[in-house]
T-cell receptor, first 115, second 114 residues
Framework: AQKITQTQPGMFVQEKEAVTLDCTYD???????LFWYKQPSSGEMIFLIYQGSYDQQNATEGRYSLNFQKARKSANLVISASQLGDSAMYFC????????????FGSGTRLLVRP | EAGVAQSPRYKIIEKRQSVAFWCNPI?????LYWYQQILGQGPKLLIQ????????DSQLPKDRFSAERLKGVDSTLKIQPAKLEDSAVYLC????????????FGEGSRLTVL
């Protein structure tokens, strides 16, 4: 069963505006972690942000923040003040914190930033 | 700190031929992952090692794919015989064994099967 869902195949945003990329997940494990990665057209996978299921505060890293709504099982990525270099694929991923530390990815959202 | 090294970067083969990919993780990272990323899709986990033991290989097509991690460091992923649908980027990643341990990825090996 798919455990990570990204329902937006593609998104546009105007430069300097904020954008939210959606991610929902499904797990019965009370302990888990959520990750966001960026993949530019060059292909490398760049880690952006992490949120643990027991973290009280929403994670933030510079212009990236994670809107974590545990009851809704959603972990949306918010990018503030979009830049042209933010154009890329964005992947949400989840790690259930059982003994395996397996990390499963969603299908991704392609973000295009318009000048 | 050196990153995750992968080779070759590109490989083109005919169907039914074999191919091998090599990965050297970041020093000290006990966990090593191989993902398959088909164009336009998210990475799909093929196999995960912790040290030199297999943690998960439930998505590995074992009739044609094999992987090993020698002495808990380097890893090799082999495909034999290749099919057209194996055309993809094969990503290797490594991480520390901790819940928040993010994966560090190599540049990937792009396979084209003709």
């Amino acid at each position: 069963a798919q455990k990570i869902t990204q329902t937006q195949p593609g998104m546009f945003v105007q430069e300097k505006e904020a954008v939210t990329l959606d991610c929902t997940y499904d797990t019965s494990d009370p302990s888990y972690g959520l990750f966001w990665y960026k993949q530019p057209s060059s292909g490398e996978m760049i880690f952006l942000i992490y949120q643990g299921s027991y973290d009280q505060q929403n994670a933030t890293e510079g212009r990236y923040s994670l809107n974590f709504q545990k009851a809704r099982k959603s972990a949306n990525l918010v990018i503030s003040a979009s830049q042209l270099g933010d154009s890329a694929m964005y992947f949400c991923a989840m790690r259930e914190q059982d003994s395996s530390y397996k990390l499963i990815f969603g299908s991704g959202t392609r973000l295009l930033v318009r000048p | 700190e050196a990153g995750v090294a992968q080779s070759p970067r590109y490989k083109i083969i005919e169907k039914r031929q074999s191919v091998a990919f090599w990965c050297n993780p970041i020093s000290g990272h006990a966990t090593l992952y191989w993902y398959q990323q088909i164009l336009g899709q998210g990475p799909k986990l093929l196999i995960q090692f912790q040290n030199n033991g297999v943690v998960d290989d439930s998505q590995l097509p074992k009739d044609r794919f094999s992987a090993e991690r020698l002495k808990g460091v380097d890893s090799t992923l082999k495909i034999q015989p290749a099919k057209l649908e194996d055309s993809a980027v094969y990503l290797c990643a490594s991480s520390l064994v901790k819940p928040s341990g993010e994966l560090f990825f190599g540049e990937g090996s792009r396979l084209t099967v003709l």
